[in-house]
């Protein structure tokens, strides 16, 4: 119970890793308010947790907008723990093929949201001189991987994350930021199922030949928001199977018995 007492707001809590993050926190003690636009799945995660004695509190939001962040940070009270982790790439793709429409709704899910919700959260952690943020990047901000918004959004809270970190550390508030790479979910399992020529050129980039699970973000979290890691303050976490430091020659790959 790493987490007693703690309050905790987690933002995309329908499903996948937002959802695992969300059972994690509360499961090592601490009290969650999930945020999420879909009403239904974040009132099923509630009903998991709830299920196994936890603690959460489903509220309903967009929070790439201003009043609704407002809204829902009224009704979660004071923070301990901010995990941003709502994202999109909706419409998404190729510069020369992504709508500006879709560019500015991709951005403000994934990099307004955290600004709204990192801004709201230190109106009660700079006070007390406390709090823990996480972000949850990607290696598309590690890397070029089509997706042009996203890419450049989740590039862009790396960069926040560290500036928010060099400009708070010193009111006790952290915050740092996780890169995960292909992760299994409910969504992302339907989608490789139906793509399977997709996925099979996909995991043969990572030299486990497999993905990630929610669970390897979801432990992430607990750590960094967590007293075992006081003095980890403004870095990225990459969880990614060593897909961003694999050198994709087969020739210089050791054979081994």
């Not at 879909?38 to 959460?56: C, L, V, Y």
């Not at 989740?154 to 996780?178: P, Q």
């Not at 967590?226 to 980890?232: G, K, L, Q, V, Y």
């Amino acid at each position: 119970m790493r987490l007693q007492g703690k309050k905790a707001l987690v933002t995309g809590t329908s499903t996948g890793i937002g959802r695992e993050i969300a059972k994690w926190l509360t499961r090592e003690g601490a009290s969650v308010a999930g945020v999420d636009w879909d009403e239904s799945g974040n009132q099923e995660t509630a009903r998991i947790i709830q299920s196994a004695k936890g603690s959460f509190q489903a509220l309903t939001a967009d929070v790439s907008k201003g009043s609704d962040v407002e809204r829902v940070f009224a009704a979660a009270g004071a923070l301990d723990i901010l995990v941003n982790n709502a994202a999109s790439a909706k419409g998404d793709g190729a510069i020369s093929q992504i709508t500006e429409e879709a560019w500015d709704e991709v951005l403000a899910i994934c990099l307004k949201s955290v600004f709204l919700c990192t801004k709201a959260a230190l109106k009660t952690m700079v006070p007390k001189r406390s709090g823990a943020i996480v972000n949850l990047s990607s290696v598309n901000a590690l890397s070029g991987i089509n997706l042009s918004a996203y890419t450049a959004a989740k590039g862009g809270i790396l960069s926040l994350t560290r500036l928010i970190a060099a400009h708070y550390g010193g009111y006790g508030i952290r915050a740092n930021a996780i890169c995960p790479g292909t992760i299994l979910s409910e969504t992302s399992d339907e989608y490789y199922n139906a793509h399977p020529d997709i996925k099979a050129e996909l995991t043969a980039l990572y030299p486990a030949g497999k993905f990630g699970k929610v669970e390897d973000i979801a432990a992430a979290v607990v750590y960094l928001v967590s007293d075992e890691s006081t003095f980890i303050n403004g870095t990225t976490l990459t969880i990614d199977g060593a897909l961003s430091a694999v050198h994709r020659l087969s020739v210089a790959t050791p054979k081994l018995p």
